[in-house]
């Protein structure tokens, strides 16, 4: 592909320099002509470089002309085997964004050039899971990685060389306790591993077990009344300290080592809650972490620390988004993300003594890993894209169940990352949420799409995460479950012109419910007079979730389900309730018939009819919807645990057969109707899956020992 574009690239500039006439040829374009005659005829790369120079000099304010001069002396000093060409397509890349063709052709080269350095490089993928692996951690010697089990909540170890899981932890199911592990952390010397668990009133606490034995008991190593939760980073070399990201209930965080062998604190630095946790120097003399240039900024910088906090600097400071990756074996160069070449890449920097020594350099184009750790060989681990899913669009007559028009994938960029759709309530606008951060959700931008002119427009409110937005009964904006950049969770307001976004349900601090987006507290709906807010809020000590009505104007709430009750055992996961609000569908699994019903419930009454029943593998998701005229139920079908196999169908609210809507196996979650009762808006994909990756023999020096 590369070669493509080389050739194409060549192709084109050779095509516009035929089109232009000799007798009508500007002086900079004549120059530029001898210079490429130089260059490709003659053979003299050196002579066509300095003519490149004077063209670049004496350019001005035409760009164009610069950065086609910049492109070809690249191109010159490549093929002579000079490192200068990668600084130049740096800059390209850099300073000439506006240049879009040539800063495209410097953005492949940019890898090109590096792949020719380091022809080693090798990245093959070693581990597939079903649920989120992003925060996971990997031994030095690439045996093993630490994992949370979300079917429970526990800590696991998975084996990658037989494959199999064995539990760290006992906590039993999510019945059973609502607690959880996160960040785990492996010893060097590979026989403990360190993880904050969320405790059953959901404050982190961090801990610490061996690694090996079924029977060993957890140890607590630090827990503070005054501390949300701790979240450990990385361990000493000599496996006495761990380098800790601490999260305090009044929301300021600090950077700090706690001593294994008492769990004393030792706080090192303030920094503002957007901080990534620190990870430790080889010589274990200095922490580098990764932190927003401002308290509003996407972009974030890297720094490195002394252990003893004595001095620090700002190794990587650019108007992009740059996180931290990890550390060479040899502590010579540290590796991070960024987004400065146009889209993510993993770039390297030498550092020695707590700072940087020269210029980064870029390993590998178009990848935004999730990293997991660097083993004492130097092989990088690191998970990639945990969601393969867009927005889809269809037409169905839900009477005959005819499909008048097939699934339309609506975005036509950042494909993959595309979901929960939105019918705006005029019915000529969609909304979605578009993931460009992925393995992760941070930082979503929210697109509007017209049905009318077929225009986009693309919001960024000012939040760390937003999910599941729903419109206003007005139109005028979306809200949303989310958090800010200040560490405030709960309800967020986006004005759909602008994207600014505002609090309207804030948790307070101290109170989160766990670590869930939102702090405990998340959006279901709107009342039917608009007037009133449905919230979900998490009870801790009953490990239950409560349905509440907040109105608006006056910020009271009431108990929805004592005036309306859901009945028992039911997921609300969205209300389900029928347009005019009196009858409520409801999937319940009936374990001991091995099946689940799909229910009818009146809310008014309590009585229930049961619609349909499935046996089980099959099952109904919960994501259950009515057509805007209340005749129809619809839900997904599903074939159990270890299938992508979906189907939308849909049964009668007064009862009859259900019938299947043959949408051709382009079927997903969260189908939302439009106002007309035909077009439905869902979305597809790929199951979500966490694929885990090493990168191998792919850093700037022979230091690191081959696996």
Known sequence: MQKLTFLVAAAVL????????????????????????????DGDLKGAIEDYKKIVGAAGSNRAL????????????????DAEAQKIYDRLVRDYADQKDAAATART????????????????????RSSETNLSRVSDDGRSIAVTDWDTGDLAVHDLATGQDRHVTHKGTWADSPEYAL?????????????????????????????????????????????????????TPDDKWLAVHVVRRDRTAQLALVSVADGALRVLKSIGWGGGRPLVSPDGKYLAYDLPATEEADQSDIHIMAVDASREAVVVAHPSNDRLLGWSPDGAYLLFKSDRGGSMGVWSLPVADGRSHGEPTLIKADLNPAPIGITRSGAFYYVVNAFKGDVYVASIDFDSGTVLSPPTRIAQHYVGGNTTPEWSPDGKSLAYLS????????????????????????????????????????????????????????????????????????????????????????????????KALLLGRADPKSN???????????????????????????????????????????????????STSLQVVDVRRGTTRELLRVADPEGIRRFLQWTPDGRFVVFVKTFGANTDRKELWRVPAEGGAARKIDLNGVVGDFVRFHPDGRRVAFTAGERAASEVWVMENFLPTANAKKP
């Open 14 to 41: 050779a095509a516009g320099l035929q089109t232009t006439s000799a007798q009508n040829a500007a002086p900079g374009d004549k120059l530029l002509a001898s210079a490429q005659h130089k260059a490709t005829v």
């Open 183 to 235: 960040f785990p952390a492996i010893s060097h010397n590979g026989k403990q591993v360190a993880y904050a668990w969320v405790d059953q009133n959901m404050r982190g606490e961090l801990r610490i077990s061996a690694m090996s034995g079924d029977n060993v008991k957890p140890r607590t190593l630090f827990s503070s009344p005054d501390v949300q939760y701790v979240d450990p980073g990385d361990w």
């Open 435 to 530: 993931h460009r951060e992925l393995p992760t959700t941070f930082n979503p931008v929210v697109v509007i799409h017209s049905l009318e002119t077929g225009s986009v427009q693309e919001l960024k409110p000012d939040l760390r995460v937003f999910t599941r937005p729903f419109w206003s009964p007005d139109g005028r904006f979306l809200v949303g479950t989310g958090g800010d950049k200040k560490a405030r969770q709960g309800i967020f307001q986006v004005d759909a012109q602008t994207g600014k976004a505002t609090p309207l349900v804030i948790v307070e601090p101290g109170q989160e419910g766990g670590r869930a987006i939102g702090g405990g507290v998340r959006t279901m709906g709107w009342s039917r007079d608009g």
């Open 544 to 594: 239950q979730e409560r349905i509440v009505a907040r109105d608006l104007q006056s910020g009271n709430e009431r108990e929805f389900g004592r005036d309306e009750p859901p009945g028992p055992n039911v997921a609300p996961m969205l209300l389900s309730l029928s347009p005019d609000g009196t009858l409520r569908a409801v999937a319940r699994a009936d374990q001991s018939a091995k």
């Open 66 to 81: 610069a950065a086609t001069a910049l492109l070809r002396m690249a191109e010159c000093y490549q093929k002579l085997g």
């Open 109 to 128: 080269r940019l890898g090109a050039v590096v792949v020719t350095r380091n022809a080693g490089i090798v990245t093959r993928q070693v581990w597939t």
